[in-house]
C-alpha cells in the first residue's frame, strides 16, 4: 500500500529562519512525484513544489527546496527565510495520497 | 487565469438529506479529482475522472457517487447524508491523469472547495 507520513504536527519557527518539515512515503513505483502543498487558514489548497522521482537534482522553487532521499523514501521541504505569509498547514503528497499535515507558524 | 470552479461553495444539509456538488474543471483539462477534508484531517482522496470515464476510487461510500459530463463538468452526488459528512469537499482537474498511470507530470489544480455541513 502507498502511504505517506508526515510525524511533525506542529512546528514554529522565527520570521527570516529557515525550517525544514518531514515526510516519508512508501511505494513500489519506480518513477512517481511528490508534492508538498500549502493550506493557509483560507483552506485554499496551494501547490508549493514538486519533484520527479525520475530526476536526482532535488527541486527548488524560490525560498522552498526539497531535499529528495530515493532510497530513504525521504522529502522533506525546506523553507529559507521564513515569512508570516507563510503560516500555513503544510501537506506532503504522494499520487493523490495526502500526509497528516505539519502546522506551521512563523512567529514576529 | 481561469481556475477550477465549485459549487456551491457552502451547503448546509439536514442527515438523510441528498446533496450535489458541482465542479468545473480549468477550460482544456480533462481529468477531476474528488477530495473530502475532514475538521482537522488531511484530505481524502474518493474518486477521479479521466474522460468522461472513472479513472481511480479512493475511499468513496457507497452513498456517494459520481460522474463527468460531456462538458468535463463533474458532480457528486451525496444521499443518506451522515453528521460525519460535514467536511470541506475539494475538487481537482488537470490535463491527463496525475498518478503512477501517467507517463508525465500532470499537475493537479484545486478548487475553492465545498464546505458541506450536516445538522
Known amino acids: 500500500a502507498q502511504t505517506v507520513t508526515q510525524s511533525q504536527p506542529e512546528m514554529s519557527v522565527q520570521e527570516a529562519e529557515t525550517v525544514t518539515l518531514s515526510c516519508t512515503y512508501d511505494?513500489?513505483?519506480?518513477?512517481?512525484?511528490l508534492f508538498w502543498y500549502k493550506q493557509p487558514p483560507s483552506r485554499q489548497m496551494i501547490l508549493v513544489i514538486r519533484?520527479?522521482?525520475?530526476?536526482?537534482q532535488n527541486a527548488t522553487e524560490n525560498r522552498f527546496s526539497v531535499n529528495f532521499q530515493k532510497a530513504a523514501k525521504s522529502f522533506s521541504l525546506k523553507i529559507s527565510d521564513s515569512q508570516l505569509g507563510d503560516t500555513a498547514m503544510y501537506f506532503c503528497?504522494?499520487?493523490?495520497?495526502f500526509g497528516a499535515g505539519t502546522r506551521l507558524t512563523v512567529k514576529p | 487565469a481561469a481556475g477550477v470552479i465549485q459549487s456551491p461553495r457552502h451547503l448546509i444539509k439536514e442527515k438523510r438529506e441528498t446533496a450535489t456538488l458541482k465542479c468545473y474543471p480549468i477550460?482544456?483539462?480533462?481529468?477531476v479529482y474528488w477530495y473530502q477534508q475532514g475538521p482537522g484531517q488531511d484530505p481524502q482522496f474518493l474518486i477521479s475522472?479521466?474522460?468522461?470515464?472513472?479513472?481511480d476510487k479512493g475511499s468513496i461510500p457507497d452513498r456517494f457517487s459520481a460522474q463527468q459530463f460531456s462538458d468535463y463538468h463533474s458532480e457528486l452526488n451525496m444521499s443518506s447524508l451522515e453528521l460525519g459528512d460535514s467536511a470541506l469537499y475539494f475538487c481537482?482537474?488537470?490535463?491527463?491523469?496525475?498518478?503512477?498511470?501517467?507517463?508525465?507530470?500532470?499537475?493537479?489544480?484545486f478548487g475553492p472547495g465545498t464546505r458541506l455541513t450536516v445538522l
Open positions: 519533484q520527479e522521482a525520475y530526476k536526482q
Open positions: 477550460p482544456r483539462h480533462d481529468t
Open positions: 481537482a482537474s488537470s490535463v491527463g491523469l496525475a498518478g503512477p498511470a501517467s507517463s508525465s507530470y500532470n499537475e493537479q489544480f
Open positions: 511505494t513500489s513505483e519506480s518513477n512517481y512525484y
Open positions: 475522472f479521466y474522460e468522461k470515464m472513472q479513472s
Open positions: 503528497a504522494f499520487d493523490m495520497r
